[in-house]
């Protein structure tokens, strides 16, 4: 199956290198634009007898009442079940313009692979269509929350706008799923609840295409510090002489280097450095003694956040981090002993180093 997506992927990408003609048979009628309705939200969940519920959000017009249109239907595959919506709506149903797909708990625990070649081989879908899981409930239902009072995809676009602001969780597309996957066959996709406004919540967890496991709060945060996705996370922490300082995280980066004993792989090293700015806090950043100590606190916080994303890892043998192949760029002459290597019984080694900015703050202390 990966293989056979990956080829297609690869097609997918090469098919506007071809020449201006393509087969006409292969794309949707033309049809006049106030005769369609543009659907922006599929949900895609498991359904009795084996098969597959599909539900479909438009986004919200702009009156008070004009609310989001949704429309659902199942059948045996995501390809009839789609097209079986085609009699739900008044008017033509067009997913050109899907840009959020949302799998239900337990339809991506029972594997995502069916999904995701739908959109690979679909004339109207997109390869960078965000994808997103609903935790502990049904895509059918998280859709049918929001077009409550808005549409799934407003919300959902306006969490991928402020990504940077979330530091549990991240926009993720399908092509970053599949391409994972192959690669390294396992990814994390952001996940979301049921509920009005579709809270974030964390990541999933999906190895050989279907959800192994959910990545709590400090997991889902870790994830974002080890791949250095941390453009604004707040941290509150006690001072000494009483009161609270909150750092601002501002960036993150880490680098992973295997550990080779005798020729074979008992290891990984991970060293993370994080920068953080003083938002809060009655704190002379004059004071080396003082300003670090507050470092050396960020950093255990920090660790700790990144030891459960690496333990996860390890625990379900699932390296969604890719840090195998970090290592392999790291240590080129290693790349044997990394090549097919397994998460589970290595011995996993972090280090944080947090470091205090003194910027803005510190200028005008001294000034």
């Not at 949302?102 to 960078?128: F, H």
């Not at 993370?272 to 100590?293: F, I």
């Amino acid at each position: 199956m990966r293989r056979v997506l990956c080829a297609l992927l690869a097609a997918a990408l090469l098919l506007p290198l071809a020449g201006c003609r393509r087969d006409v048979a292969a794309l949707p009628r033309g049809r006049e634009i106030e005769d369609m309705e543009l659907m922006q939200t599929l949900g895609v969940d498991a359904a009795e007898a084996g098969q597959v519920a599909v539900t479909a959000s438009s986004g919200a017009g702009d009156g008070p009442d004009s609310g989001a249109t949704v429309v659902n239907g199942s059948a045996a595959t995501l390809s009839a079940a789609v097209l079986g919506l085609q009699s739900e709506g008044a008017s033509y149903l067009y997913f050109g313009h899907v840009g959020q797909l949302l799998a239900g708990e337990e339809l991506a625990r029972r594997g995502l692979w069916p999904t995701l070649d739908y959109v690979l081989r679909d004339v109207e879908m997109r390869l960078d269509t965000a994808l997103y899981l609903v935790r502990g409930g049904e895509a059918g239902a998280a859709l049918e929350a929001a077009a409550r009072d808005g549409s799934a995809a407003g919300r959902l676009e306006a969490m991928a706008e402020d990504a940077g602001l979330l530091s549990g969780s991240a926009r993720r597309t399908v092509k970053d799923a599949i391409t994972d996957l192959y690669a390294q066959g396992a990814t994390f996709l952001p996940a979301v609840t049921a509920e009005t406004g579709l809270p974030a919540a964390g990541y999933g967890i999906v190895k050989d295409g279907a959800l192994a496991a959910w990545a709590g709060e400090d997991a889902a945060r870790g994830i974002n510090l080890l791949l250095g996705s941390v453009e604004a996370d707040v941290v509150e922490l006690p001072l000494d002489g009483g009161g609270t300082a909150a750092l601002r995280v501002v960036g993150a980066s880490a680098s992973v280097r295997p550990v080779v004993e005798g020729g074979a792989l008992t290891g990984l090293t991970v060293i993370c450095k994080v920068e953080a700015n003083l938002a809060e806090g009655d704190l002379d950043l004059r004071d080396e003694q003082a300003a670090h100590a507050l470092e050396e606190a960020l950093a255990r916080v920090e660790h700790d956040r990144a030891w459960a994303a690496l333990s996860l890892a390890r625990e379900l043998d699932a390296d969604y981090l890719g840090l195998l192949s970090r290592a392999a760029l790291a240590r080129p002459w290693h790349k044997a002993a990394l090549e097919n290597a397994s998460l589970a019984g290595l011995e996993l080694e972090l280090s944080v180093e947090a470091e205090l900015r003194r910027g803005y703050d510190a200028a005008r202390q001294e000034g």
